[in-house]
């Protein structure tokens, strides 16, 4: 199995730096908070996210769009 690779950076509002992460490395994000993410360096970004429902919670998207473009890192499977 190969390892893991990239770097990620995790904003928050005004685009304050929350974490900078490495493979194997997480950060645990509220529901609701707002925050958004990009690749740091030049290596893939594997990135892999859980999410817990509870049925009790109104589920909202909150759609936190950077302040740069980040067309060229988006992906197409």
Partial sequence: MDRPEGRARFYGKDNVLLAELGPMQGVHIPRGFYYWFERAGTEVL???QTEAIDKTVVNRRLDATPSKDLARDIQHI
């Fill in 46 to 48: 594997e990135l892999l």
